[in-house]
């Protein structure tokens, strides 16, 4: 059905035959992260070698080929075993045999969802936050809705960077390389065997791409690499890092992005019906398709832009104008110019990205050059959409803020993905057959009003208890590793309590998210932690390599460690990922997002948290200023204010304010048998509020309803 099916069956084949014959089926399941997503699947891989499981990363492929082969023999002896194995692959066969979604797009014309990062799952190191988790929610929703699409994106050799902390708190990098040959994925060929190369020229170099297959469910994820022995040690590195420090290497990776990938569709015989630009990274492609449409009809480049326009549609991830990046003249020409000269002249490509075109010193902008290129913008929250209608009011000469067309369809999650442990165990008893296929509709999560509050609370606290536990491990290794001394060390194991209020922050530690309310009233925190009714912290998150302020901030929390009761109450857990975030969001009561507004296009972590059963204390920005009904959750104002000393002051304050005023003591109000009746009733109120309407489904249903069609 879709370009390398043929790589994928014989990919299949050959791992099946490595392995003893009644778990062959297995080779099937670890080609396709639907299992990661399907319940069961991860158990299934962990059944067969725990340990080996942990060390591969929870890499399917690796765990086959790696696991000695008695414990591969002694699974295949368990009929249990073999049952379950043989369940999946039906369940999965089954999946794949439903009629696609009839509409906008077919298998022969998918819509083809461009992106520079996927978080699709932690073995698949080529995400580095939100807007890769999100990307990677979508192909997963598209998948449940069986909505024909196809990914395009980059294989990130070594990914983004890892993360060490040391005993001063200061942020350390390193990358991991990655062998795609181990990883579940297919080197696409074509019909004559030959692995599918297109060529982009980048900087006076014909840049050789070739194209790998990660399925996603049903939807086939096209990742271009140009690590080839033709190219030369440039053209090599282009696809090396994600978020790599060069500019001059960015602006080469969206060539390939954009450029390498229209190629690669058209390669491979797909013919989008559409393309959706996620963020103006892939908004080069765009001088592939002019010339494509030029070559084939001769049109002149106006009339050609008017035809490519139909097939594109761009959400904006950037509320603020210094994230959109710019490049200027000289860049642009040195590694573009060849691009530009595909559609007849240079001076276009630099004046499409201009917001004054006409302006030749104004530096040019991916951003700006998908705007005006896409018959469709989105921002991605409500208040998200505001913003960006001012902000890009002047691409719109003539028009009112209120006519600027940027609409927006708020962000979501993927519930299969993040509804985990007891809660998905409760609300699967509760909710009813087949709920998830319909958890947009408002009515699917009524029965929650209908779970005893002993249940929901019973599910609040084994998920906790999962949390802690993991906080004492992981603490554990990273306090050791840093070369910690013995006794905080041991803290953390001692120290967490499953029982105690936990509060998490953990994101991108971006300078706006603003990690450092947090250490902001020194005496407040301590305070709190070690209180009457005690709390415990947990934060995680990276810091770009080069934000020196943002790394400033985690040196500022690591200060108060040495706070009497800290260190068993409070741990940063290093080197956040996917796994991390799914554990944290499962397990903490309290999540915590106070960006600077309006800073916040979205958020998603949040959403997370909510299908866990987590309570949002946050400011009002994102998708926190359409959520909040006052009944659901905690906010802070979201008022924007040039001032931002103060305001830091004024929000750090109504943060405290909301822990020990109503946060803490609501926690600590408990009937006779020990719930705490009125959090139970928030916690409901949160899930039932936030369930529906925050779920990757309601994102996708919005967007074929208002983008796609
Ligand atoms: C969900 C997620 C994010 C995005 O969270 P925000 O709320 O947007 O900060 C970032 N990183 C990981 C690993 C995630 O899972």
Partial sequence: MFAGDLDMTAAIAELAKSLPEPLRPLARIAFDYRWSWAVGGAALFEAIDPERWARTGQNPRRLLTETQRALLERAAADTDFVDRVERMRSELEADRARPWLPGVASPAHPIAFCCSEFGVHDSLPIYSGGLGVLAGDILKEASDLALPMVGVGLLYRTGYFHQKIDVTGLQHEYWIDTDPDRLPCVKVTGIDGRPVTVSV???????????????????????????????SQVGRWITSRLYEGSRLIRLAQYAVLGVGGVRVLRALGIEPALYHLNEGHPALGIFEMLAQVQAETGKDIDQAWQQVREKIVFTTHTPVPAGNETYQRGEVLTMLGAIADMVGHRERLLSMGRVNPQDANEASSMTVLAMRSSRHVNAVSQRHGQVARAMWQTLYPGRSVDEVPISHVTNGVHVATWLRGPMRELLDRYLGPGWLSRADQPETWLPVQDIPAGELWAARCAARKQLTDMIARRGTSDRLRRGEPLDYVEAVSSGFDPDRLTIGFARRLATYKRLHLVAHLPERAIALIGGSHPVQFVFAGKAHPDDVAAKEVVREVFRLKMAAGVAGRAAFLEDYDLTLASQLVAGCDVWVNVPRPPNEASGTSGMKSCLGGGLQLSVLDGWWAEAWDGTNG??????????TQAQDQRHAHAMFDLLEQEIVPMFHERDASGVPQRW??????????????????RMLRDYLAQVYS
């Fill in 634 to 643: 905690w906010a802070i104002s979201g008022e924007i204010d040039g001032d």
């Fill in 680 to 697: 139970v009733e928030m916690m409901r109120r949160s899930l039932q509020t936030h369930g529906p309407r925050f779920s990757a489904t």
């Fill in 201 to 231: 020229p980048i900087h006076g170099e014909h840049v050789t791409v070739q194209v790998w297959r990660v399925d996603v469910g049903r939807v086939p994820l096209y990742l271009l690499d140009t690590d080839l022995p033709v190219n």
